[in-house]
């Protein structure tokens, strides 16, 4: 069983930036492919970013290319995602998720482990 926690939503100008964090309580954080998704108000959730085990392998939505970053830390089992430029259409709760299948559960959107979610609004 993997818990997830994210943390460093909030609210934010158009322009601004944020930094979500998600921390893991997996024994092997490093098997473990970590991602974003996000789900705007009256939207269906959306795949948003994911990173491989080993860092190696990072995939982003065309919406968020050039304008996310995700990256992991494995010793200290935390996942970010560095959100920049940020616009009123990135306002969304945003969740961390979790998979030992690999980065192409993402694609599917069906990874096995789910955060509760961080708000995030960008207001103009």
């Known amino acids: 069983q ?4 994210e943390s460093g939503g909030g609210s934010v100008q158009v322009g601004g930036s944020l930094r979500l964090s998600c921390t893991a309580s997996a ?13 705007a108000p009256g ?5 948003v ?6 860092g190696r392998v990072i995939n982003y939505a065309d919406s968020v290319k050039g304008q996310f970053t995700i990256s ?3 010793a200290k089992k935390t996942m ?14 945003y969740y961390c998720a ?3 299948w690999g980065t192409h559960q993402f694609m599917s959107g069906e990874p096995e482990y789910w955060g ?3 708000q995030v609004t960008v207001s103009s």
């Open 2 to 5: 993997v818990q997830l926690v």
């Open 116 to 118: 509760q979610g961080t």
């Open 43 to 47: 939207k269906e959730r959306e795949f």
């Open 80 to 93: 970010y995602l560095q959100m920049n430029s940020l616009k009123p259409e990135d306002t969304a709760v």
């Open 98 to 100: 979790a998979s030992f």
């Open 27 to 39: 024994r092997t954080f490093s098997d473990i492919a970590m991602g974003w998704f996000r789900q």
């Open 49 to 54: 970013a994911v990173i491989g085990g080993s």
């Open 72 to 74: 992991r830390d494995n």
